[in-house]
Every structure is written in structure tokens, then in C-alpha cells.
């Protein structure tokens, strides 16, 4: 961002050509996805310690084929990691429970009360966005025109609720 709060080179190249940006992701099968390794692209390219680039459009474009194959490498092995749990486990055993313990379901249930208390804290709204978006897989464009806010609101209020989630689960690992 320049002096006068106004972006400058590549993040000025990102904003006039997001919407070429979005449909190279679309383009390459991020579907829903799309909106979000967008952001991805913003915060790498809002953090960076970078001079001036000859090309910028090329810089954004290579920065977002490398989140897609990215992307594709993360789900590969996680692909793979869940067919050689299966395979080493041999699935479920016959004749014994896939439920968790009882002492596991009262854990559970009271890190999950503690996860709502948390969101509900945070406001109604706030709550409702990371709810939208997260639970019911709702892309963040979509929410912000659900809710009648801008995009920039909308990842606000999930950095928010992250947050408070993050300092939640510190909380429950030290105990």
C-alpha cells in the first residue's frame, strides 16, 4: 500500500485483474474453492518483501498456479494417507464399535458447547459468517451478499473467529 492508504503495483495489478484471476482458478477446477485461493494470493502478495516486478500479471498468475498445485499435491496425500490407514487398520473390525469411548463422547460434547460459546461470544453476526462459511461450505462472496456486507467484512469477522478459536484450542491443549 503506497502513503496514501491506496495500493500500489502489484497489489493495484491484483484488484484490476481479480476477476481474471478468479476464473484461472475456476478454469483449473478449484470450483468453490476459487474465492478462497484468491485470498490465498492476496495475503501472499500483500506480505510480501518484494521490488518491483517486470511482469506482474505473470508474478499473480505463477503465484496462483503454484497454489493449485499445491492444492492438488495436499489432497493427493491426503488421499493417500487415508487409503493406507484403511489398508494398514483393514477398516472397521467386526464385532467392535467404531463409536468413541463414553468418556471420548463427554469430551467431546463439552469442547463442542465450549467451540459455540466461543462464536457466540464474537457476536451475532460474526458467528453466523463463520458458520455460513465454514460449516455449511458456503463460499465468501456468497455470504457476504447473504449477510448485505462487503467481502473485506466477511474475512474480518472469520480472522476474528479464528482467532478466538485458536486462543480456545490453547486453552483446551494446556489443560
Partial sequence: MSASGHPSGLEATFLENRER????????????SAEDMLHEVWLKISAAQTGPISSPMSYLFRTADLLMIDRYRSARQAEKREKDWVDATG?????????????????????????????????????????RHRVDGIPQRQVAEEFGVSLSTVENDLRSAYRALARLKEKIDEE
Wanted: proline share 6%; net charge positive; glycine share 10%.
Fill in 21 to 32: 484471476l478468479l476464473r484461472f482458478f475456476a478454469a483449473r477446477g478449484a470450483g468453490e
Fill in 91 to 131: 477398516g472397521a473390525v467386526p464385532g467392535v464399535s467404531d463409536a468413541p469411548s463414553p468418556d471420548r463422547a463427554i469430551i467431546a460434547r463439552q469442547q463442542a458447547r465450549m467451540v459455540a460459546e466461543t462464536l457466540a461470544a464474537l457476536g451475532e453476526r460474526q458467528s453466523a459468517i463463520f458458520r
